[in-house]
């Protein structure tokens, strides 16, 4: 039988002390990530904590092994941020609002966790290169924006562009994409969406790492301008 705690089997009450101790490793390592960048060093981190350098391998082997926890639960919080965004627009059939509502939420999160929106999508740490278990977190955010385009497909409040608007290249490389993830998306609409995603993020990213510096103030209203235009590109329909 085994030893129990205030009714809690050993096993249990083991694994739950390794998930305390590995959330505490990772709130520290996003502290040195917000002073120091993505510049994470294993035996900062245990030293901070009191702990003896080697005692952190046991929780990570790596700094990549590190890096990789804080990626996935970066994009999973961004994630978390941008479906709340969606779902929160009551009328399924405003797809600029949610759109809207969508860029608004990754604006927020990533202007109050500039470090981790930085490891996630500033230049490449050096030395890393981002395993496949992050692909699956890293999807969630992009996939709110293909059910806004799948849904006004599906009711016909967005039409499908001329495929003729593609260079060939582009449209078969979107073609590829389109099968293997987003059966039944035109490719045109695909590059639409593909082109306003990426602006969002590049203005997103233009306002954290200071490019807008002394030129635009009213960061939000600018914010907002750009969002609406790139929805007008996609094609999306005003709710009233």
């Not at 960061?219 to 094609?235: C, P, S, V």
Request: charged share 20%; with cysteine; glycine share 8%.
């Amino acid at each position: 039988m085994c030893a129990t705690i205030a009714g809690m089997p050993a096993a249990a009450i083991r694994a739950r002390a390794r998930a305390e101790m590995i959330n505490e490793i990772k709130t520290i390592a996003r502290r040195h990530l917000a002073a120091e960048g993505a510049n994470l060093s294993l035996r900062a981190v245990a030293r901070e904590m009191g702990m003896v350098s080697s005692a952190i391998y046991r929780y990570f082997p790596s700094r990549d092994e590190l890096l990789t926890a804080l990626i996935v639960d970066g994009y999973h919080a961004l994630g978390d941020a941008a479906e709340a965004a969606d779902t929160e627009v009551a009328d399924r059939a405003d797809l600029r609002g949610r759109w809207l509502a969508v860029c608004q939420a990754i604006r927020r999160w990533a202007l109050s966790n500039p470090a981790e929106y930085a490891l996630l999508f500033g230049s490449p740490v050096p030395g890393y290169a981002a395993p496949q278990e992050t692909t699956a977190a890293a999807a969630r955010t992009p996939a709110v924006l293909i059910g806004i385009l799948a849904d006004g497909l599906a009711t016909g409040a967005l039409a499908r562009p001329d495929p003729g608007e593609l260079p060939g290249p582009v449209r078969s490389d979107l073609a590829t994409v389109r099968d293997r993830l987003f059966p039944g998306l035109p490719e045109a609409l695909l590059a639409r969406g593909a082109t306003a995603w990426i602006h969002c993020f590049g203005a997103v990213s233009f306002e954290l790492f200071g490019q807008l510096n002394g030129v635009i103030e009213a960061r939000e209203e600018y914010f907002d301008h750009q969002t609406r235009q790139m929805a007008d590109l996609i094609g999306l329909p005003d709710a009233g």
